[in-house]
Each structure stands twice: as C-alpha cells, then as structure tokens.
C-alpha cells in the first residue's frame, strides 16, 4: 500500500512543480508584457504621440490599476489632448492612490491655464524658472499659453529657457523657428531649422519645414537639396513635388517646373497652391491665356490668397482686359488691408493682452478671410476676457462652421 500512494504522490508531485513552474514563468512573461506597455507608453508621450501614449496607458492601467506613475503620465497625455475630463479622473485617482503631490498639482495648474484661467501662471513660471524636476514639462505647458494668448516675445523667452535645457529638442526648434517667422525674422527661423534637421536628420518634418523657408529666405539649390530627400520617402506627397517645381521654376527651368506641375494637377487638379503657381509659370512663358485658366482656378480653390490676385491682375492686362485686372486690383488691395490691420491688432495684443476688443476684431478678420478655426479660437478668448462682448457672442452664435483649432502652433494665417 505504501508504495503504491508513493507511486500515485510522485506524478502528482511532478504534476504540482511543472504547474508551478508554468505559472511562475506566466507571470513573468506578462509582467513583461505589462511593463512593456509602459515603456511604450512613455516613450509615446516623450515624442508627442498622445494618442499611442494614451492607449499604451489606458491598457497597461486595467493590469496595474494603482500604479500611480503610469495614472499621472496618462492625465498628461489625456491634458495634452485637451481631454480635461479623462485627465483630471486620472488626477483624482492618482491623488487617492498616493500619488506625487507637486506634480499632481502641476498637472492641475497646467490644465487650468489651458482652459483659460492664467492665475496660475506666475507660480508655474516660478517652477520653471528653478531647478524644478518638472521645469521641463511646465515649461511645455506655458510656451503653450504663450502662443494660444499670443504672448510671442514671452513664448521666445520660454523656448529659449526650454533649448538651453534641452538643446536637440525637436519640436521646441520647430516652435521657435515659427515664431521666429511671424516677427519674419527668417533668418533666425532658418538657423533653428537648420539645428532640427542636423539634430534629427531622418525628421521629414524638419527637412519639409526648412525647404518651404529656404524658398522664401534662402537658395533654391539649396532647397532642391532637401525636397529630393523628401522625395525619396515621400514621392507621391503633393507639398513636395510642388516644392521640387517651385525650385525649377526659380532656377529659370521653366519646363521642367511645367512638367512638374503638370503631373500633380493630374493628381490633384484642384491644389490651389500647384495652380497658382502652374499659372505663374505660364505667365513668365509668356502665354497669359493659358495662365488664366490656371490662376482662376487657384482664386477658386484659395478666394482670400491676395497673391492670387495680384498674379490674375497681371495676367488680364497681359490680356487687354483692364476692368476685369480693376477688380482684381481691388480684391487684392481689400485683402491686404485686411492683412495690414491684422498685423496691427497682433501686435497689439501682446501689448495689451486683456483687451478684449482687439481679441474681438482680430477673431472677425480672421472669419472675414477665411480662417474660421482661429476666428473661433479668438473670439472665445474674447469672451472669456470679457462675457458682454456682444460682437464677439454674434459672430460665434452665427458661426456654423468648423468647431475648434489646432493647438500648438502660433495663432495666425499661413505664409502668403
């Protein structure tokens, strides 16, 4: 009897131990997995993918519900996505867990200044100005106020602090080298793309970015040197062929920029952009009647580009048709007093930037010139700055357009 229970114990023993050994090396595995969820997740976030960032959290977040790390990294992306109600339940989770308390309330304060209330600014610029370990991240966050309330030379002042910190950092370059270019200050804003692309040489963003403005502040050779690169990668990507034409045509290539352009409106015969500048290229073949085709099609697809104007004017005198390049003459003169004037009230507000009025004229201009986003974006600001502003609430109530405005980026229309 006794060795036959000894029989029975020792499959059942080698039963136990390879289960245990089973579960063991289970465990271990998904604890990887896990933690391979949170190193992706912070990583994400570190390259400003908030949306990959939140996923990674949100998954690794239903294994470890009460790792409090990996909850306030989640609040930051959620923040970052203007997602406040996501952010602050991970707040209020992170502060019954235990939570940091300093960068629970750093989070707090960022996500106040982004819904508005600046109070408190002072305290989150004093964080940044010492040797914070947040000062990185609350420096982010106030370079963010500075360009939503237009605040450029203080937005010039933080990203300065932020490259003296962190040098290489990607998308500080790229933030100041654009504000650089709406003081149109562009050889600054070319050295801080030329520091992106050397910094991240494999950044198509930087290198697309630094061949739009050597066309406007450098060479074309040079230029042509970055939009082939880009055309290795991107070949079928309509801002880069139409930058490859741009650069043919200021080299005097007029046939190559022809053929060039040809291709893309045969793709996209609607780019606006690629038709103005097909149109310009047949003026300087001299064949305005082909131009025009060209040129009214661009005023079609682009109806507040004064540039487009100014082209079709010329083209119509080319053609003997001086009451038509009148009125030409006169869209073009209302849309750069429109341009002029909204230069003006810019300016202004980073002097004044509480009054709710120049917020208010600016936000109309905007719509008036087709800018719907960024008028909304101003004249909520208004309203926030003062609730009675009525121009402000009728423009809004009459609005029905497009809701809401890419954040991150200076408040302003594009280069023309």
Excluded at 138 to 149: A, F, N, P, S
Excluded at 163 to 176: E, G, H, V
Excluded at 376 to 384: G, I, N, P, V, Y
Aim: hydrophobic share 40%.
């Amino acid at each position: 009897m006794r060795w036959f229970r000894s029989v029975l114990r020792k499959p059942l023993t080698i039963v136990l131990l390879a289960t245990a050994g089973l579960a063991a090396g289970g465990v271990g595995y998904w604890r990887h997995q896990s933690d391979q969820l949170l190193v992706e997740g912070q990583h994400a976030l570190e390259a400003r993918e908030y949306a990959a960032a939140r996923e990674h959290l949100e998954r690794y977040l239903k294994i470890r519900p009460g790792a409090v790390a990996a909850r306030l990294l989640a609040a930051r992306a959620a923040r970052c996505q203007r997602d406040f109600d996501g952010a602050l339940d991970h707040l209020r989770r992170c502060r019954d867990d235990g939570g940091d308390a300093e960068a629970i309330d750093a989070e707090y304060a960022l996500i106040n200044i982004k819904r508005g209330d600046d109070k408190s600014v002072p305290w989150l610029r004093e964080r940044a100005r010492n040797d914070d370990p947040l000062a990185l991240l609350i420096l982010e966050g106030l370079i963010q106020h500075d360009l939503d309330t237009y605040q450029l030379w203080q937005a010039l002042e933080d990203l300065n602090e932020h490259l003296r910190r962190r040098p290489t950092d990607l998308q500080a370059l790229l933030a100041r080298a654009d504000v650089w270019e709406r003081f149109l200050s562009f050889a600054d804003a070319l050295n801080d793309y030329r520091r992106a692309v050397e910094a991240h040489p494999t950044s198509a963003r930087a290198r697309l970015r630094l061949a739009d403005t050597l066309l406007i502040a450098g060479t074309p050779d040079e230029a042509l040197e970055h939009y082939a690169w880009l055309a290795e990668r991107w070949p079928q990507r309509p801002e880069v062929r139409l930058g490859l034409a741009r650069c043919r045509h200021r080299q005097g290539q007029l046939t190559e920029a022809q053929e060039l352009l040809d291709a893309l409106l045969a793709a996209a015969p609607q780019h606006g952009e690629a038709n103005w500048e097909r149109g310009q290229v047949a003026l300087d073949q001299d064949k305005p009647a082909d131009a025009e085709s060209w040129l009214q099609r661009a005023a079609r697809a682009l109806p507040f580009d004064r540039r487009i104007q100014y082209s079709l004017e010329r083209c119509l005198l080319a053609l003997g048709r001086g009451a038509e390049a009148e009125q030409c003459r006169a869209r073009a003169g209302q849309l750069e007093a429109d341009v002029r004037r909204l230069d003006q009230v810019r300016h202004e507000v980073m002097k004044r930037p509480s009054d709710a009025a120049l917020w208010c004229e600016a936000g109309l201009l905007f719509l008036r010139n087709g800018e719907p986003r960024e008028g909304r974006r101003w004249l909520q600001t208004a309203l926030r700055l003062d609730p009675s502003c009525e121009p402000a609430r009728k423009a809004l109530a009459e609005y029905s357009g497009p809701k809401g405005g890419q954040l991150g980026q200076v408040a302003g229309p594009p280069r023309k």
